[in-house]
C-alpha cells in the first residue's frame, strides 16, 4: 500500500465523450505525475503538477489536462475520448520538486472507449 | 532522447532458479533508476529505487546493480517462486524540462513454473 488512491476503478465511455478521473496523493506529497499505460506497453509521461501548477508534460494533445487543488489531490481530464485513449491511467506521488525522490504509483484507473 | 530496453520481453522457467532481468538505457543524466512489479490488470509495485550514486540496492531475494556509465541495470531474482509471476518494469528518473518524468522499459513477462 503506498498511500496513493484513484477513482474510479474502472470506466467505459464512448468515443468524442470527456472523462475525469481522480487521484489522492500520499500524505505531505505535493507533485503529482500522470501516466498511461496501453496494453502491453511501459506506462508514458503526461504530466505533472508540482504545488497546483503544471510542471512539465509529455507528447500528449491538449485534449488531455489536469487540475492539482491546495490538498494535492488532482484530477486528469480527457476531451472528444478516442479509441487510442483505451488504457490504464496511473497516478503518482512524491514529496517536493527533487528528481531524485521517489515516486509512489496509484493502482490505477483502467479506462475503455468503445 | 533517452530511451528504455528491456531484455528478455519473456522469460520462463523452473521453481527455484536464479534469474536476471536486463534493462538498458541511452543517456546516462539520470536521477535514480526504479524496479517495478505489475500484476495483470493492476498498479505498479515498487521493488527497489537506485540513486544515480548507487551502484546496487538490495531487498530480500532481490538485488539491482546501476551502472550509469554503461547505461545498464539488472535485476537479479534468487531461488524463484511462482508467486513471482508478473510483468517487471524499470524505469530511470530523467529530467524533463524543469520537471523530472519517469521512462519506462516495455517490461520482461516472468512465468516461474511450479
Known amino acids: 500500500e503506498t498511500g496513493v488512491t484513484q477513482s474510479p476503478t474502472h470506466l467505459i465511455k464512448t468515443r468524442g465523450q470527456q472523462v475525469t478521473l481522480r487521484c489522492s496523493s500520499q500524505s505531505g506529497h505535493n507533485t503529482v505525475s500522470w501516466y498511461q499505460q496501453a496494453l502491453g506497453q511501459g506506462p508514458q509521461f503526461i504530466f505533472q503538477?508540482?504545488?497546483?501548477?503544471?510542471?512539465g508534460r509529455g507528447n500528449f494533445p491538449p485534449r488531455f489536462s489536469g487540475l492539482q487543488f491546495p490538498n494535492y489531490s488532482s484530477e486528469l481530464n480527457v476531451n472528444a475520448l478516442e479509441l487510442d485513449d483505451s488504457a490504464l491511467y496511473l497516478c503518482?506521488?512524491?514529496?517536493?520538486?527533487?528528481?531524485?525522490?521517489?515516486?509512489?504509483f496509484g493502482p490505477g484507473t483502467r479506462l475503455t472507449v468503445l | 532522447k533517452q530511451e528504455v530496453t528491456q531484455i528478455p520481453a519473456a522469460l520462463s522457467v523452473p521453481e527455484g532458479e536464479n534469474l536476471v532481468l536486463n534493462c538498458s538505457f541511452t543517456?546516462?543524466?539520470?536521477?535514480?533508476l526504479q524496479w517495478f512489479r505489475q500484476d495483470p490488470g493492476k498498479g505498479l509495485t515498487s521493488l527497489l529505487l537506485?540513486?544515480?550514486?548507487?551502484r546496487e540496492q538490495t531487498s530480500g531475494r532481490l538485488n539491482a546493480s546501476l551502472d550509469k556509465s554503461s547505461g545498464r541495470s539488472t535485476l537479479y531474482i534468487a531461488a524463484s517462486q511462482p508467486g513471482d509471476s508478473a510483468t517487471y518494469l524499470c524505469a530511470v528518473n530523467a529530467e524533463a524540462i524543469g520537471s523530472y518524468k519517469l521512462i519506462f522499459g516495455s517490461g520482461t513477462r516472468l512465468l516461474v513454473r511450479p
Open positions: 503538477y508540482y504545488r497546483e501548477e503544471e510542471n
Open positions: 537506485i540513486q544515480s550514486s548507487q
Open positions: 503518482a506521488s512524491s514529496l517536493g520538486g527533487q528528481g531524485n525522490n521517489e515516486q509512489f
Open positions: 543517456d546516462s543524466a539520470i536521477y535514480n
